[in-house]
């Protein structure tokens, strides 16, 4: 048995800044990366940020620049921390392991605005 747990979605003002978390509870055996996507009213699923097993991170352009994501191996957690947010940044966003199988977190909102 597995699950993802991602939190930390609130309600935040434009410019503010939120982390995100998600831990793995649970064996997934062979995680190849780790990520972040999200999901906007009426839009398609888009991915936010990736980081591999070795380290090597890539993004969505829309938040380049102002998004991090990180990973702690040892715990099975990936984070995401955002910065300088925009309205348009609001949706609920889920993280994603990628392993011989696709799991997905059950997704946490993010709100930002004034």
């Known amino acids: 048995q597995w699950r993802l747990w991602d939190s930390g979605g609130a309600l935040v003002r434009p410019g503010g800044f939120l982390r995100l978390s998600c831990p793995a509870f649970?064996?997934?055996?062979?995680?190849?990366?780790m990520g972040w996507y999200r999901q906007a009213p009426g839009k398609q699923r888009e991915l936010v940020g990736q980081?591999?097993?070795?380290?090597?991170?890539n993004y969505g352009e829309s938040v380049k620049g102002r998004f991090t994501i990180s990973r702690d191996n040892a715990r099975n957690t990936v984070y995401l921390q955002m910065n300088s947010l925009k309205p348009e940044d609001t949706a609920v966003y889920y993280c994603?392991?990628?392993?011989?199988?696709?799991?997905w977190g059950q997704g946490t909102q993010v709100t930002v605005s004034s």
């Open positions: 994603r392991y990628s392993a011989s199988n696709i799991y």
């Open positions: 649970g064996t997934i055996p062979g995680i190849i990366a």
């Open positions: 980081v591999t097993r070795m380290g090597s991170t």
